[in-house]
T-cell receptor, first 113, second 120 residues
Framework: NAGVTQTPKFRVLKTGQSMTLLCAQD?????MYWYRQDPGMGLRLIHY???????AKGEVPDGYNVSRLKKQNFLLGLESAAPSQTSVYFC????????????FGQGTRLTVV | AQTVTQSQPEMSVQEAETVTLSCTYD???????LFWYKQPPSRQMILVIR??????QNATENRFSVNFQKAAKSFSLKISDSQLGDAAMYFC?????????????????FGQGTILTVHP
């Protein structure tokens, strides 16, 4: 049981390049989230999804797009990377219902130069 | 919107001693969850402890316990008998309890984090 898997673990981009981060979960969770972690700011929500085919904006959505074509996958896209998007990105998922625990992936360290 | 504040960027403790990490939050809601997460150098986010706001009893998980003061909106984490493996970044987090409309969708609001160093 892999839990939540993020691909890739590390990436260096040049300003203006595009890339997609993949999050895959094998727990049949309805909810999935993308957060970014920056020093002194904790984790902030970028986008989230409450089910296949649905997405919504979080706290810091600008410069990012997401898609959830399959229940188990949640993709985060950067169309034109900027140095301000240098960060560690975390995906999380959780089951719908009362049990509140979210499961996190191991993070992706992205550097935009 | 809810906010979570951790006012201690760094804390240190001697091995086997006790340390308390502070967290305050702001919300107008009455029903919610509070969490402490541990992030070691591996970056993995590990759930340490959870507190339901409707429960008056403070949560405890082995050497980890919380002091939940709902009126003061305070949620501190006490680590007893500190071990070298406790060294990590610790995050306090808030989550609305999902209501019938499901509008919160389980989103977590995090504090800034506290780096805990454990000295041998």
């Amino acid at each position: 049981n892999a839990g939540v898997t993020q691909t890739p673990k590390f990436r260096v981009l040049k300003t203006g390049q595009s890339m997609t981060l993949l999050c895959a979960q094998d727990m049949n969770h309805e909810y999935m989230y993308w957060y970014r972690q920056d020093p002194g700011m904790g984790l902030r929500l970028i986008h989230y999804s409450v089910g296949e085919g649905t997405t919504a904006k979080g706290e810091v959505p600008d410069g990012y797009n997401v898609s959830r074509l399959k229940k188990q996958n949640f993709l985060l896209g950067l169309e034109s990377a900027a140095p301000s998007q240098t960060s560690v990105y975390f995906c999380a998922s959780r089951r719908q219902g009362a049990i509140p625990e979210a499961f996190f992936g191991q993070g992706t360290r992205l550097t935009v130069v | 919107a809810q906010t979570v504040t951790q006012s201690q960027p760094e804390m240190s403790v001697q091995e086997a001693e006790t340390v308390t990490l502070s967290c305050t939050y702001d919300t107008s809601e009455s029903d919610y969850y509070l969490f402490w997460y541990k992030q070691p150098p591996s970056r993995q986010m590990i759930l340490v402890i959870r507190q339901e706001a409707y429960k008056q009893q403070n949560a405890t998980e082995n050497r980890f316990s919380v002091n939940f003061q709902k009126a003061a909106k305070s949620f501190s984490l006490k680590i007893s008998d500190s071990q070298l493996g406790d060294a990590a970044m610790y995050f306090c987090a808030y989550r609305s309890r999902i209501n019938a409309g499901g509008t919160s969708y389980g989103k977590l609001t995090f504090g800034q984090g506290t780096i805990l160093t454990v000295h041998p």
